[in-house]
């Protein structure tokens, strides 16, 4: 992007808080080797070389002793003069080293900054940087690999093929705009009907991906919900493969809703057991049922128990009545040992139900197996990165531009503004058209020191 920037000197903790063995100050901006000697006792760095040696306080007394390494711009991950000081990771040791670079004229980052100026200085676009985060915040090894492929470009090599293609097609779409009275057809010696089919394709085929990047990156809220003592806590503690529920034979045993997160082949997923619900005068019960119906509202899939003894009466289908209209579903009916029932997927209601025994596991794999499923995870394949939700968003209104292209394909000024609205939408995506408040909001999202 090459922007004209003129930094200050920024400097963050880059490691986690609290204590470890070793602990990390990033220092990035221009001509640091004075800084470097100011704080490493003379010594000018060679480049990409680990110097041992004390770092210094103003009246030369050691703060500590450690590594600094120092990269010269631009090959470094700012693009800028970065240091970096190895000390040890103590909290109140790397405060006090993190004072002296301040003292030295250095001023404390911003959360994302060093990725922002990485992405200013043309060393990664806008999607990779976002991935430098999604990569610290996996939340299982398939979104690790996934912001991984999109840290090193896979995702943005996507992006940019399709915005190459726009651009080639654009390009025919103007050049008929400028020369009317040309006996030429542009458009259908050079197949521009067929390069928009094909450009239509190969952003479905990305938007697949993205939805299944998406996914892997904020996992999924499920919700269980159903009549007292039907097995809620039970079945949460097999998802889980702990004991996070208490459980009993006594109904309304769970008043408040108790959250954990596990991973499905590679997909978090945040299960929430709630209270039973039924008619009740204890009152903490009732506060424990209201924020049952909360959390329904917030998920994004329920899974309905059932006692396999009782099946689906009335009070179940009262139960079922109050859930949001458009809400996924799942009926689970649970206890099928105590009915000698084998395990098995059939129907309920048109929705998926399958029978399983919470105690005995029995079933438990064909749950997980269609909570996959229903929220259309296909497998982590080499063509998922990990997406946000601005990601799909602007993959969704390139698809309407092209999808309008397509429909106004007759007329060339409709066609060569949906293409130019399309890659717009696109390039948001990489940076290369992105409006500055938006960068703003994603990197205040990033963790100081990256």
Not at 166 to 177: D, F, K, Q
Not at 232 to 250: E, F, H, P, R
Not at 279 to 300: F, P
Request: aromatic content about 4%.
């Amino acid at each position: 992007m090459s922007l004209a920037y003129a930094p200050a000197t920024i400097c963050a903790i880059a490691t986690p808080p609290g204590r470890g063995g070793v602990g990390v100050i990033r220092v990035s901006g221009s001509d640091l080797q004075a800084f470097a000697a100011a704080i490493g006792g003379g010594r000018v760095p060679q480049p990409r070389y680990a110097h041992y040696g004390d770092f210094l306080a103003a009246d030369g007394s050691a703060i500590d002793s450690g590594l600094l390494l120092y990269f010269p711009a631009p090959h470094s991950f700012t693009g800028e003069d970065v240091l970096e000081l190895q000390g040890h990771g103590g909290p109140v040791v790397m405060k006090m080293l993190l004072a002296r670079c301040v003292e030295l004229g250095a001023r404390l980052a911003e959360p994302g900054e060093f990725s922002k100026r990485a992405f200013l200085n043309d060393k990664m676009d806008l999607a990779q940087a976002e991935s430098v985060a999604d990569l610290i915040d996996a939340a299982s090894e398939s979104a690790a690999r996934g912001a991984l492929r999109s840290l090193k470009g896979a995702f943005s090599q996507r992006i940019d093929a399709l915005t190459d293609g726009l651009i080639n097609l654009r390009m025919l779409v103007e050049a008929t705009l400028d020369f009317p009275e040309e006996d030429i057809d542009f458009l259908q010696a050079a197949d521009a009907a067929g390069q928009l089919e094909r450009l239509l394709a190969a952003l479905g085929e990305v938007q697949a991906g993205a939805r299944q990047g998406a996914i892997l990156r904020e996992g999924m809220h499920v919700v269980l919900v159903g009549l007292p003592n039907v097995g809620k806590s039970s079945l949460m503690n097999a998802l889980a493969g702990d004991d996070v529920a208490i459980v009993t034979d006594v109904a309304g045993t769970t008043r408040d809703t108790v959250r954990e997160e596990i991973v499905i082949d590679g997909v978090p997923m945040h299960v929430i057991d709630t209270a039973g619900l039924r008619e009740t005068s204890d009152v903490v019960e009732q506060i424990g049922i209201e924020r049952t119906w909360r959390a329904v509202e917030r998920a994004d899939l329920a899974l309905v128990l059932v006692d396999s003894r009782d099946g689906v009466g009335e009070a179940v289908r009262a139960v079922v009545a109050r859930l949001p209209a458009n809400l996924p579903r799942v009926y689970v009916f649970n206890k099928i040992d105590l009915v000698a029932q084998p395990a098995g997927v059939t129907t309920q209601d048109g929705h998926p139900a399958v029978h399983l025994s919470a105690q005995t596991h029995a079933g438990v794999d064909l749950l997980k197996a269609r909570l996959l499923e229903m929220i259309g995870f296909h497998g982590a394949s080499e063509g998922v990165y990990l997406a946000r939700a601005r990601h799909l968003d602007a993959i969704r209104r390139a698809k309407q531009h092209l999808d309008g292209a397509r429909l106004g394909y007759r007329q060339i000024e409709i066609l060569a503004e949906e293409l130019r609205l399309a890659q717009n939408a696109l390039s948001e995506i990489t940076g290369a058209f992105t409006p500055d408040d938006l960068l703003g909001v994603i990197f205040s999202r990033f963790c100081i020191g990256k």
